[in-house]
């Protein structure tokens, strides 16, 4: 991916990129629609939604983000034998994701945002945290023995993470 700067203000209008798993996609403005937001070639909005389109594609976005999360954690749940007591999305700004001390997963659903392989990293990460409380050198050779690559999603997240808004 290359370095885009986050926009300032999202204007929802149509040929304005959003991002998921890692793809822009441009948004269009239509008049009939199934449902208010869909994901094709592109971003379709109803313009009936487009008025209040950031809590529309808000929605849209804890969906899916819910969703993959969920799937994901529960694949590396099943390959790690690291299982949560359960998954939270939430609208955290500051944190791609969490774990706490009940063995609770966090995540904020913008991570929806990144490639699929930078979600991995999040999620993986957190589960380490299931049994390695703390960032030492333990919790990174546990993390690498999991995820070889991690590195990359890493640096792909500290490089862009600015661009996972809304």
Request: hydrophobic fraction near 45%; charge should be positive.
């Amino acid at each position: 991916m290359t370095r885009r700067q986050a926009p300032l203000a999202r204007k929802f209008v149509s040929g304005e990129e959003f991002l998921y798993l890692g793809k822009f996609y441009k948004l269009q403005v239509v008049d009939v629609l199934a449902s208010d937001v869909e994901l094709g070639e592109g971003f379709f909005i109803s313009k009936k939604a487009a008025g209040n389109a950031r809590e529309v594609m808000a929605r849209w976005y804890k969906t899916q983000a819910a969703e993959k999360i969920s799937e994901r954690c529960s694949w590396y749940a099943k390959a790690t034998g690291l299982a949560p007591t359960s998954i939270k999305v939430s609208n955290a700004e500051k944190r791609w994701g969490s774990c706490g001390p009940a063995g609770t997963l966090n995540f904020s659903w913008r991570l929806v945002m990144a490639p699929l392989q930078v979600i991995d990293y999040v999620v993986v990460h957190e589960l380490v945290h299931l049994k390695e409380k703390n960032h030492s050198n333990r919790f990174w050779s546990a993390l690498e023995a999991i995820m070889p690559d991690y590195h990359e999603a890493k640096r792909w997240l500290k490089d862009n993470g600015h661009v996972l808004v809304m």
